[in-house]
């Protein structure tokens, strides 16, 4: 990992470079954020680095740092390290990063300003807050060109990231494993929760983003966060959760129903495949949103297949009658962030990609590229908010509706790399 770090280092810097002397700047001070205080309370948000901070270097758990890059020369971190007895302190830097870093570290957040270089005429200033920093003549605070310019490149990830990666859907996988057994042990949506915490060994503020831990029904909330504590005789279980590894996240979807329903076995089984087929299909060079169209496909013959209408395939793609069961988009840019920057940026300059005027949901429709990882996602769900206007119509087959609606509907999500030679899938190397 040493020389790909390196080496990905190396890629950070050079465009750092190019920025700089593009808009005329001399450096950037990258500034990793702050704890943040609950509204009239005395208690803390969960900290979160900013994220440009963390494309540097996995430095994940230290606010109230700096990163200094002059062009052409080492950059400095500079760690906050308090002398507290109140609140746990970060820990003195390790790990084979270090080496490519001026580092030292200041004990008072009073002192920040007297750490920072002392002519910031031609500096840009990057981070989420600058109240701290307001009184400084930086040249500019978060200026949108210079991240327009890294966002784009961000879409491109360095071998080191892709590894990272790699490690964090190994990480996750361990996690879905758990969790499938503790669903099928009879525990409840909050103890399977735990369970999945416990295997990847994260806290739940170290989780990308909260578990989606759905039982039954509550599947077809896609978003559902609202763990029932008491156990209950389960049907069928989806779990949409990830893991980090240096500050790079997995996001994986896996559907399970007990043995013996195996009608939706056959479901879950077509999702599956759909998750498959819409992945072979990918190549460079090709809009996004073509894979978009391709879920829908496999959501029309799942209608057809299943006898959810009255209708063919073809009658029910036309209509599009497969946005009531697939409505969400087959899936988004990952990387530093679960949804990662970057899917409506054209190209380095920060011209405007819109998104998709037929698919309002579709995060992503840019052309595929050498280096892009996203998610694939399919879905099929009964979600009675969409299927309410037309409730009696008779297209729509009312009684296999009925029959999958307290499924709520499966969901599986992989992450695919794209390298020059290959379509490499992250997640199915260790979790089928």
Known sequence: MKNLYKNHLDRVLGLFDKVLEKYSYDEVVLYSGEAKTIYLDDNKYPYKVYTNFKYFAPVLNYPNSLIIYKSASKPKLIVLQKVDFWDSQPK???????????????????????????????????????????????KSFNDQKIIDFIHYHRTFKSEYEIECMRRANKIASCGHIAAQKAFLSGCSELETHFEYLKAIKHTEKQVPYENIVAFDDAAAVLHYNSYKTESFEAKSFLIDAGASYNGYHADITRTFAKEQYSEYHELIKAVNDSTLNIISKIKIGMNYEVLQEEMHLDAAKIIEDFSFMNIGADEAYEKEYTKLFCPAGVGHYIGLQVHDIGNTIKDENGTFHEKSKKHQYLRLNK??????????????????????????????????????????????????????????????????
Not at 110 to 124: G, M, Q, R
Not at 384 to 398: M, R, V
Not at 418 to 426: A, G, K, R, T
């Open 92 to 138: 003195p830097l390790e790990g084979d990063f270090c080496e490519f870093f001026d580092i030292s570290y200041y004990n008072n957040i009073d002192d920040i300003k007297k750490v920072l270089p002392s002519n910031l005429k031609n500096t840009a200033f990057l981070g989420e807050e600058t109240e701290r920093f307001n009184n400084l003549s930086f």
């Open 367 to 432: 052309t595929i590229e050498v280096g892009n990882v996203f998610t694939i996602e399919p879905g099929f769900y009964i979600i009675d908010q969409l299927l309410k206007p037309h409730f009696g119509k008779k297209e729509f087959n009312w009684d296999v509706i009925n029959k999958f609606r307290s499924f709520g509907g499966p969901r599986v999500e992989d992450s695919i790399y794209i390298s020059e030679n290959s379509v490499e899938n992250l997640t199915r190397p260790y979790l089928p």
